[in-house]
């Protein structure tokens, strides 16, 4: 069965520290993967996806960035974390090749980051 | 205006009370609907999902789309303490539009 895995759970950090939160999923392979941010009253804001190694479309302009270095691993990175990068962050990975059918997500636990 | 709207409660119900939850849209292209739930500090699950217009029944949850009316419903029959949880709509549309737009979320609580 697949799995996905997101760490660190938490993560406190000042304000021009820099940011890495990981993310790997289990028992696929080539998924789509995603990094969204949910901040509170909110719903999930999409941050990147990725539908293959090195590819990665941005849908906010931010401070932030993101990596896919191996099939089933993707990566969420700053240089220099602001006040406002504070938020519930998520990963997720859906089917690739599902045509046009649903792109049913699966999400792992979440990073919950503290910025101060 | 977004184009999910969804009610974000509170919403406060005793035990075994029947539940609806809503959303509505402006994006006549959405196809697919589904209903996400997050426990606490939890990343969301799938509860359901369902194809253009019609109902879904899974146990106690049924789903409802109305294409017509672009309103989307999740009810929770017997609902328990257990159901205490955030639920998230989702929606999309076909081919390239199939990321999914989410809702804000509902928050409920179903108290003993």
């Known amino acids: 069965s697949q799995t996905i895995h997101q760490w660190p759970a938490t993560l406190v950090q000042p304000v021009g520290s820099p940011l890495s939160l990981e993310c790997t999923v289990e028992g696929t392979s080539n998924p789509n993967l995603y990094w969204y941010r949910q901040a509170a009253g909110r719903g999930l804001q999409l941050l990147f996806y990725s539908v293959g190694i090195g590819q990665i479309s941005s849908e906010v302009p931010q401070n932030l960035s993101a990596s896919r270095p191996q099939d089933r691993q993707f990566i969420l990175s700053s240089k220099k974390l602001l006040l406002s990068d504070s938020g519930f962050y998520l990963c997720a990975w859906s089917v690739t090749g599902q045509g046009t059918g649903a792109n049913v997500l699966t999400f792992g636990a979440g990073s919950r980051l503290t910025v101060l | 205006q977004k184009e999910v709207e969804q009610d974000p409660g509170p919403l406060s119900v005793p035990e075994g009370a029947i539940v609806s939850l809503n959303c509505t849209y402006s994006n006549s292209a959405f196809q697919y609907f589904m209903w996400y739930r997050q426990y606490s500090r939890k990343g969301p699950e799938l509860l359901m999902y369902t194809y253009s217009s019609g109902n879904k029944e899974d146990g106690r949850f049924t789903a409802q789309v109305d294409k017509s009316s672009k309103y989307i419903s999740l009810f929770i029959r017997d609902s328990q303490p257990s159901d205490s949880a955030t639920y998230l709509c989702?929606?999309?549309?076909?081919?390239?539009?199939?990321?999914?737009?989410f809702g804000s979320g509902t928050q409920l609580t179903v108290l003993p």
């Open positions: 989702a929606m999309s549309g076909k081919g390239s539009a199939r990321q999914l737009t």
